[in-house]
């Protein structure tokens, strides 16, 4: 199977403008040319499964449309999406920020969907979507070191909670390396599918390592690769995998 991890950015773009006329108005601009670019980036990928981060479920930028419903009815995927922060946050009622969501696309059929919280930062939300023979979790982690490690120690706390061979995908706003990761695998078992460590952010000129996909032990890679596509400040990461008990 082919997982294409994808922070979009809201299919706000990158550069070229971007910052023009005010810093970071692109932010607040329409999405539909550049949505369009990334269904046709996606479609050029063939994933199976698509984690998405970052994506508008239906603001003003994107025509009142969720951007992950477009991008299923396009090309016949299966969908779950919901917004990144929890019910009580003040982020709820600011326009635009009550859109922001994340976001799974597949073309396998979904077994059962679970919405979990992080206990700290702003942005609490992880996706569980249940296959056939994985789990796969996606999630966006905070800005905040301390925050991140206290999401890492939920994230394990879930982990336990599945029989499911087991993908955790997303940006994880690593900032300080990849070590951040280290105790988090050794107490997981998971492996990082990115083993040369290439960095995916800024899409530009990659430097940081913080978009992830994790695997369990059952999960083989076939192939990794990190996509030169600039339609997002994050690049793509398109991974082949199989599991092995198959």
């Known amino acids: 199977m082919r997982l294409l991890l994808y922070n979009i950015r809201y299919a706000t773009g990158h550069k070229n403008g971007y910052h023009l006329p005010?810093?970071?108005?692109?932010?607040?601009?329409?999405?539909?040319?550049?949505?369009?670019?990334?269904?046709?980036?996606?479609?050029s990928v063939n994933p199976d499964?698509?984690?998405?981060?970052?994506?508008?479920?239906?603001?003003?930028?994107?025509?009142?449309?969720?951007?992950?419903?477009t991008i299923a009815r396009q090309l016949g995927f299966e969908y779950v999406v919901e917004n990144k922060y929890p019910g009580d946050s003040i982020a709820q009622i600011v326009p635009l920020l009550n859109r922001q969501s994340n976001a799974l696309l597949?073309?396998?059929?979904?077994?059962?969907?679970?919405?979990?919280?992080?206990?700290?930062?702003?942005?609490?939300?992880?996706?569980?979507?249940?296959?056939?023979e994985i789990a796969i979790?996606?999630?966006?982690?905070?800005?905040?070191?301390?925050h991140r490690q206290n999401q890492l120690e939920y994230l394990h706390n879930l982990t336990l909670k599945t029989d499911k061979e087991l993908i955790i995908a997303g940006d994880f706003n690593t900032f300080w390396g990849s070590g951040e990761l280290s105790l988090f695998l050794a107490a997981t078992g998971l492996k990082n599918?990115?083993?040369?460590?290439?960095?995916?952010?800024?899409?530009?000129?990659?430097?940081?390592?913080?978009?992830?996909?994790l695997h369990s032990e059952g999960i083989r890679i076939d192939n990794?690769?990190?996509?030169?596509?600039?339609?997002?400040?994050?690049?793509?990461?398109?991974?082949?995998?199989s599991c092995i008990a198959s």
Request: hydrophobic share 40%; glycine share 6%; proline share 5%.
């Open 106 to 132: 597949t073309r396998q059929g979904i077994i059962s969907h679970t919405f979990h919280y992080f206990e700290q930062g702003v942005k609490r939300l992880v996706i569980q979507t249940d296959l056939q």
């Open 22 to 43: 005010l810093p970071f108005s692109g932010f607040f601009k329409k999405t539909d040319v550049n949505l369009q670019r990334i269904i046709n980036f996606i479609s």
């Open 49 to 69: 499964i698509v984690a998405l981060v970052e994506v508008d479920s239906g603001s003003y930028r994107s025509g009142k449309f969720c951007q992950a419903r």
């Open 193 to 213: 599918a990115n083993v040369g460590n290439a960095p995916s952010h800024p899409s530009h000129a990659p430097q940081r390592q913080i978009d992830f996909i």
């Open 224 to 241: 990794f690769y990190i996509p030169d596509v600039r339609l997002s400040d994050h690049s793509p990461l398109v991974c082949d995998f």
């Open 137 to 146: 979790f996606i999630v966006h982690l905070s800005l905040k070191y301390r």
